[in-house]
């Protein structure tokens, strides 16, 4: 287990006990061949017991030796890693990660699977690469701890129990001997997110926040009334601030919070948000978005070395919002999100992808109900700009004032695909929709 400590940034953790992390009853064994970072919370935030779950960690083949590239086989072909057909314990979320979190994997990642209990093989399907654009900024603790590995993003593909995989370099560009080497130690991740939480009532007072969501599996939408008082505002107070929507907090979709670091970091403001699409395909119902989170949670802090999950929000295809990394709704947590903008920011992810596809509509305004409540609750107009200093980016070097949307898209940050054509086209909307719900 890593020790949190302090970064560079400024960021503060509040402290706590570190426990030796114990298996949870009745959870199958982890075969994660890599280190993790998993540390244990205070007793009142264990996790539900129906949930663990699983990781199987399988190590890709090496590439090909001389011998075979002295055939007169194409040299990408030869330097080609992964793994033919092969039954395995059920899973339900695939990736791929490497060893160095700095090196990028310049190539495609595909996954086939079969159908539990079937003989139903999907088509290939891509991972998407992202080589760390989602991930701590560096000079952090949580970058820098050497438990940080390099991951493409997770992608759901159900309940199965059959899997192959192949990891293919780009095809070396005119006048170059041979193509960009995959990076060392590529491991396939296959994630088991264990059974649903039991139902438990949705409760959660008007103040309710890290505390008392620790406790409840919902908090529910207040009126802009009860989201005043809730935020200590007097009453003849006129404050650009929407109401609270309704949120299922991190106990109401089973996150096992043995699984993520005991302490909780923070900057001093939420300034702005960076909306996300979470590259896990589209083949998911809404009753499975709890099983979704819980896929991706593991995969950041099991698979990739993270934290906690990388988001602060997710919201789903219908509309439905979760609480993401630990901390408060209410606080400025800082996430591992953005790579080079995770200071003074918030990242929300819409489960799904939408290069091609449309986001949901009811997706859109769920993001207009969240950044108008959160980002009201700092300030910022959605409407607006602001003013970040960029902690390092492929777009932006460290150090460099750069001017964004108060409501950005992860490629406003980075040079990034996400989050996505589609959801990026509908960001203009969330920005005036999220407006008129602060009253502006």
């Known amino acids: 287990m890593r020790a949190f400590l302090a970064s560079s940034m400024g960021v503060t953790c509040a402290a706590a006990l570190v426990l030796p992390l114990a298996a949870p009853a009745g959870a199958a064994p982890d075969t994660t061949a890599h280190p993790a970072t998993a540390g244990s919370v205070p007793a009142e935030a264990s996790g539900p017991a129906e949930v663990p779950g699983s990781t199987q960690s399988l190590a890709l083949n090496p590439p090909a030796s001389p011998s075979v590239r002295a055939t007169g086989a194409p040299a990408a072909a ?55 654009e989602h991930s701590a900024d560096a000079g952090t603790a949580e970058r820098d701890s050497g438990a940080a590995r390099g991951s493409t993003a997770p992608l759901w593909v159900g309940e199965s129990d059959g899997v192959e995989v192949r990891v293919r370099p780009e095809t070396p560009v005119e006048g170059a001997e041979a193509p960009v080497p995959l990076p060392a130690g590529l491991h396939l991740e296959l994630v088991d997110p264990g059974k649903d939480p039991q139902e438990l009532p949705a409760t959660g007072a008007a103040g309710a926040d890290r505390a008392t969501s620790l406790g409840a599996t919902v908090l529910p939408a207040l009126s802009r009334a009860e989201t005043e008082e809730a935020a200590g505002l007097a009453p003849a107070a006129k404050p650009y601030i929407g109401p609270r929507p309704r949120i299922v907090t991190r106990k109401g979709w089973g996150a096992d919070e043995k699984l993520r670091e005991s302490g909780f970091a923070y900057t001093k403001s939420v300034k702005a948000a960076f909306i996300h699409h979470s590259a896990t395909g589209n083949n998911y119902t809404c009753s499975q978005a709890p099983s979704v989170l819980r896929g991706i949670y593991r995969y950041h802090v099991k698979s990739s070395g993270w934290r ?28 591992a999100h953005t790579l080079g903008f995770n200071t003074n920011t918030m990242g929300i992810a819409v489960l799904g992808t939408f290069t091609s596809s449309n986001p949901p509509a009811a997706a859109v305004n769920a993001v207009s109900k969240l950044t108008a409540w959160k980002l009201g609750l700092f300030g910022a107009n959605p409407k607006g700009k602001v003013t970040l200093t960029s902690g390092g980016s492929n777009k932006y070097k460290k150090g460099k004032k750069v001017k964004l949307n108060v409501i950005s898209g992860h490629r406003d940050g980075f040079a990034t695909e996400c989050p996505g054509a589609r959801l990026y086209k509908k960001l203009g909307t969330a920005r005036t929709s999220s407006a008129k719900l602060q009253g502006r």
């Open 308 to 335: 906690d999950i990388g988001y602060n929000f997710a919201v789903d295809k219908c509309g439905n919002i979760y609480e993401g990394r630990a901390g408060g709704v209410t606080k400025a947590v800082m996430g």
């Open 78 to 132: 030869a330097a080609e890693q992964g793994l033919p057909e092969r039954d395995v314990r059920p899973f339900s979320l695939v990736g791929v990660v490497w060893d160095d979190v700095n090196t990028e994997l310049h190539g495609t990642a595909q996954v086939r699977t079969r159908a539990t209990g079937t003989d139903r093989w999907s088509d290939w399907q891509d991972l998407e690469t992202h080589n760390a």
